[in-house]
């Protein structure tokens, strides 16, 4: 990760990438998605999880749904963080959801703050978006920008339709239902 004075996205670069809606529920086929996705990690077994989430009703119940159906699979849940949207240094929930470090993170968020979110975790913690799952709502052209490329690359998720997305520097590629991510 480049030298950074601070990584705080302005309040000037957040305008210029548009108002971004509030995250939509998730769907059955987006929470099984996201299972299948942990499920499948290349050669790596996933038994613990640390699940963050922005504060908006939508983002909550997605991380409830999610640590619920992980935990019926036998797995462990470390942690639960949630964060604003708007904060001074994103520090306190960066080091909550690192401390115990898991086998994999699982974020469902607002686009903004966990932009945030992302950049402080990559400069100030040994967090790897490579190991990081999301929902839908994360699955936004604007997030490598407004992250920075090398902040989110190899982030991936689940879409609304039950298939899968993953960021590489500056884009995202979405895969139907039933394809996988090379």
């Known amino acids: 990760m480049p030298d950074m004075k601070s990584p705080l996205i302005s309040a000037r670069d ?13 769907t059955d086929d987006e929470l099984a998605s996201l299972i299948a996705l942990l499920v499948r990690r290349r050669g790596l077994r996933t038994a613990t999880v640390a699940v963050g ?9 997605a991380a409830g749904a999610f640590a619920a159906a992980w935990r019926a699979r036998g797995g462990t849940v470390l942690t639960t963080v949630d964060w604003p949207e708007t904060a001074a240094s994103w520090l306190r929930p960066a080091t909550r959801l690192t401390t115990r470090l898991p086998d994999a993170w699982i974020m469902a968020a607002a686009l903004p ?9 990559r ?17 936004d052209p ?28 500056n884009g995202i590629t979405a895969y ?4 996988e991510a090379p």
């Open 14 to 26: 957040i305008a210029a990438h548009g108002t971004q809606p509030d995250p939509a529920p998730h």
């Open 53 to 61: 989430h922005s504060r908006d009703a939508a983002s909550r119940a």
């Open 113 to 121: 703050g966990f932009a945030q979110l992302a950049r402080r975790l």
């Open 123 to 139: 400069h100030s913690t040994e967090w790897d978006p490579a190991r990081t799952y999301a929902f839908a709502s994360l699955q």
């Open 142 to 169: 604007r997030l490598p920008a407004l992250a920075g490329p090398d902040t989110v690359h190899g982030l991936r998720g689940a879409t609304a339709e039950g298939g899968t997305w993953q960021i590489r520097r």
């Open 176 to 179: 139907a239902p039933g394809q």
